[in-house]
């Protein structure tokens, strides 16, 4: 596709429960971010990736908290036991390379009852 | 060390006026300021960007004041249009050793332009 994709758009999950959310980044982008955007609130970087490395997971919060692109293209997000503190959009974004300007997706809404 | 401040939180411009918000880092290793624009149920578009070798840049109705002594950054929207109603974004990162590229946002401004 044209731009970044993520899945799914929304996600309502219970308590305790695990959570996955997939991103597309843009054909060709060897860089891929993941950030944080509660209401009201900037985004908060997570972690990067450049290929299928995590380059950097200083923002990940938690060990519940993982991130994995295995094949250096889609990347998985996964949260173990959620908590009602883990609602917010979770914003994917890729670039070229790192450095150059990021493109960010449309987000998945995650919400935890 | 690592903050981007932004204000003000809210704004409100009459339709043809102009929109200014600001920024302010402390971060010295900060090397790319860009500005985001979200609209609801978006994700940030990078709307325009500066380096701290130039003091301004120009597109459009956008332009970024940089002012690298101060450590400051600002966003002047010429002409506001009510479709320039988002909420604004500014950022920073560092390119240096680490050269993650990871950006800090600011804290967010919410525009509204009345017609």
């Known amino acids: 596709g044209a731009g970044v994709s993520q899945t799914p758009s929304n996600k309502v999950t219970e308590k305790g429960k695990y959570v996955e959310l997939r991103c597309d980044p843009i054909s060709g982008h060897t860089a891929l971010y993941w950030y944080r955007q509660s209401l009201g609130q900037g985004p908060e970087f997570l972690i990067y990736?450049?290929?299928?490395?995590?380059?950097?997971d200083s923002g990940l919060p938690n060990d519940r908290f993982f991130a994995v692109r295995p094949e250096g293209s889609v990347s998985t997000l996964k949260i173990q036991r959620t908590e009602r503190g883990d609602s917010a959009v979770y914003l994917c974004a890729s670039s070229p390379n790192s450095g150059n300007t990021i493109y960010f997706g449309e987000g998945s809404w995650l919400t935890v009852v | 060390q690592q903050q981007v401040k932004q204000s003000p939180q809210s704004l409100i411009v009459q339709k043809g006026g102009i929109s200014i918000i600001n920024c302010a880092y402390e971060n010295t290793a900060f090397d790319y300021f860009p500005w985001y624009q979200q609209f609801p149920g978006k994700g940030p578009a990078l709307l325009i960007a500066i380096r701290p070798d130039v003091s301004e840049k120009k597109e459009g109705r956008f332009t970024i004041s940089f002012n690298k002594s101060a450590k400051q950054f600002s966003l002047h929207i010429m002409d506001s249009q009510p479709g320039d109603s988002a909420t604004y974004f500014c950022?920073?990162?560092?390119?240096?050793?680490?050269?993650?590229?990871?950006?800090?946002f600011g804290q967010g401004t919410t525009l509204q332009v009345k017609p």
């Open positions: 990736f450049q290929g299928t490395g995590a380059a950097d």
């Open positions: 950022a920073a990162s560092s390119h240096g050793s680490s050269n993650t590229g990871k950006l800090i």
